[in-house]
């Protein structure tokens, strides 16, 4: 069972940008499709972005499409949430998850979550 490691959080201003890291343990990474969420004080977790185990395939959340980029490199096991023009309203805990049903979008259809990273947008 792989097992994922999110860093990159902190606090930017309105309008700044952060990268997050996905560093995932085991040898079948390249194998898993995998996403991103987030999770807001009082909020449910959602959906962000998703990718495709080659990384050829891209999915986003409306509220990031856009402002946010996720990619991977298989080589070192790790994915990536670029994340640009930031908003107040993005400020959440960021999570990363091994995809487990082609299209979902449901927290309930990923698993193997990371901690959590998080991130803070001042206005």
């Known amino acids: 069972q792989v097992q994922l490691v999110e860093s990159g959080g902190g606090l930017v201003q309105a309008g700044g940008s952060l990268r997050l890291s996905c560093a995932a343990s085991?040898?079948?990474?390249?194998?898993?499709?995998m996403g991103w969420f987030r999770q807001a004080p009082g909020k449910e977790r959602e959906f962000v972005s998703a990718?495709?185990?080659?990384?050829?395939?891209?999915y986003y959340a409306d509220s990031v499409k856009g402002r946010f980029t996720i990619s991977r490199d298989n080589a070192k096991k790790t994915m990536y949430l670029q994340m640009n023009s930031l908003k107040p309203e993005d400020t959440a805990v960021y999570y990363c998850?091994?995809?487990?049903?082609?299209?979902?979008?449901?927290?309930?259809?990923?698993?193997?979550w990371g901690q959590g990273t998080q991130v803070t947008v001042s206005s």
């Open positions: 085991g040898r079948t990474f390249s194998t898993y499709a």
């Open positions: 998850a091994v995809r487990l049903r082609v299209g979902a979008t449901s927290s309930a259809d990923f698993g193997s």
């Open positions: 990718i495709s185990r080659s990384g050829g395939t891209t």
